[in-house]
C-alpha cells in the first residue's frame, strides 16, 4: 500500500541543479520544484496557515500531523517566525504526531519541544498530542489510538507533513517492516534500519484520509521519486 491521496496532495522537492526541473512549478494541489529548500519551507507555512483559516470556518478545532526527521526542522523555523508576527488561533490547533522512534535519546518529540514548542508558547501542551514511549521502549499504541478517537472523532487530519527517505519510505512505513501491533489508525513495527528499528506510526489509511496531505522532498538524490509522485505512480508497496 502507499499515499494515494494525490487529489489532495501537495509535493515540494528540492534539487540541487535547478536546470534539471522547471524553477517554479504549482504547489496547492500540485507539484512545486525549487532551488532553495527555504522556499519550500516557507510555501508549505503559507499553506498550514491557510488551512487553519479554512477548516476554522466549518470547524471548532484543527488536526495537524508533522513527521520526524531533519526535513520538518525547516517547517518549525518557518512557522516560528511567522507566529512570532502573526496572531494564529493555536488554542484551537491540535498537533500530533506521524512516527515516533521508542528510543528516547533519538525521539522524534525532542525536536517537536525544542523547535517548536518552546519557541511558540501559545500552543497548549494539552493539546500537543506525543505518541507514548519511555526508556524502554514503545508505549501503548492503543492507548494513542483512543486518545486520537476522542479528541477527534472523525479520526482524520486537516493537514499532515510527511518526510520522504532516500528509500523511498514516508513515516515510519518501511519496506518489509514487521507489524508488532496494530489498531485502526496507528501502528507499532519494527523497521529495517540502525537508528531506533522500533516505531510508532500513523497507517496508510489513515494518511490517505487527511483533508491534506504534503510531503516534502529534500536532496537531488531523491529526484526520481519525485518523478514518480508527480505522475501519481507508487513509490513503494507495504
Same mark, same amino acid.
Given at each position: 500500500m502507499a499515499v494515494t491521496n494525490f487529489g489532495k496532495f501537495l509535493i515540494a522537492g528540492y534539487t540541487e541543479n535547478p536546470m534539471e526541473q522547471e524553477h517554479i512549478k504549482f504547489f496547492n494541489k500540485a507539484f512545486m520544484v525549487s532551488d532553495h529548500e527555504e522556499h519550500l519551507y516557507e510555501h508549505v507555512v503559507h499553506d498550514v496557515?491557510?488551512?487553519? *483559516?479554512? =477548516?476554522?470556518?466549518?470547524?471548532?478545532?484543527?488536526?495537524? &500531523?508533522? #513527521?520526524? *526527521?531533519? =526535513?520538518?526542522?525547516?517547517?518549525?523555523?518557518?512557522?516560528? &517566525?511567522? #507566529?512570532?508576527?502573526?496572531?494564529?488561533?493555536?488554542?484551537k490547533v491540535h498537533i500530533w504526531q506521524v512516527d515516533e522512534r521508542c528510543e528516547s535519546t533519538h525521539a522524534n518529540a525532542r525536536d517537536l519541544k525544542k523547535f517548536l514548542l518552546d519557541d511558540i508558547p501559545e500552543i497548549p501542551l494539552s493539546q500537543v498530542h506525543f505518541m507514548p514511549i519511555s526508556d524502554t521502549g514503545c508505549g501503548d499504541i492503543a492507548a494513542y489510538q483512543k486518545e486520537f478517537s476522542s479528541a477527534n472523532p472523525k479520526r482524520k487530519f486537516n493537514y499532515i507533513i510527511l518526510g520522504l527517505g532516500s528509500d523511498g519510505h514516508t513515516a515510519?512505513?518501511?519496506?518489509?517492516?514487521?507489524?508488532?501491533?496494530?489498531?485502526?489508525?496507528?501502528?507499532?513495527?519494527?523497521?529495517v534500519t540502525s537508528t531506533s528499528p522500533k516505531r510508532l506510526t500513523v497507517t496508510f489509511d489513515l494518511i490517505n484520509r487527511s483533508d491534506w496531505v504534503s510531503v516534502l522532498v529534500v536532496g537531488s538524490e531523491k529526484t526520481r521519486y519525485n518523478q514518480r509522485y508527480q505522475t501519481g505512480k507508487e513509490v513503494s508497496s507495504f
Open positions: 496557515v491557510r488551512v487553519i *483559516g479554512e =477548516t476554522l470556518e466549518s470547524s471548532d478545532n484543527v488536526h495537524i &500531523a508533522v #513527521s520526524g *526527521g531533519s =526535513t520538518i526542522l525547516g517547517v518549525y523555523k518557518y512557522l516560528v &517566525a511567522h #507566529s512570532s508576527k502573526n496572531s494564529l488561533p493555536w488554542d515510519s512505513l518501511f519496506p518489509g517492516s514487521k507489524t508488532i501491533s496494530e489498531t485502526a489508525d496507528f501502528k507499532h513495527v519494527e523497521v
